[in-house]
């Protein structure tokens, strides 16, 4: 697993040998603006773009910032778009938060999102386990 990227708010990883990406949010996303918000996520996209992995393993365990409806809908138009055609994978690990779920499944239920197969988990070994499938 190579990193790719280190932030006090995500890890983003990834094993050429397996098409696998992993971004991994971390617990300073409590703190994350919606403009820090959007900068990690145009990055995250455009590792996408340059590494071009058909697997995304989503660790959202330690995400603490809640994803309002003008950044859903913002992810929905400016970030997936970027790699739809590229992951054919989701596994989203996800928060014990019901805000913070609630907030990241209305994003992954918007339009666009709906390209990707994806799935929740409860843990990042079963999450790895069928993204790997």
């Known amino acids: 697993m190579k990193a790719l990227h280190t932030s006090k708010y995500y890890e983003i990883s990834f094993d050429k040998s397996k098409s696998l990406i992993m ?29 071009t992995p058909t697997r995304d393993l989503v660790n959202l365990v330690n995400m603490k ?24 994978r989701m596994a989203l690990v996800m928060p014990s938060g019901i805000f913070e779920v609630v907030a990241l499944k209305q994003t992954m239920e918007e339009e666009i999102a709906q390209n990707f197969y994806q799935k929740y988990f409860d843990n990042e070994e079963q999450a790895l386990e069928w993204v790997m499938e």
């Not at 910032?65 to 054919?88: G, L, R």
Request: some cysteine; proline content about 6%.
């Open 65 to 88: 910032y809640s994803i309002a409806p003008k950044m859903q809908e913002w992810v929905n138009t400016e970030v997936f778009p970027k790699f739809m055609n590229i992951i054919d």
């Open 23 to 51: 971004h991994k949010a971390l617990p300073a996303t409590l703190d994350m603006s919606d403009e820090d918000f959007k900068q990690e996520m145009l990055l995250f996209a455009e590792m996408c773009e340059t590494y």
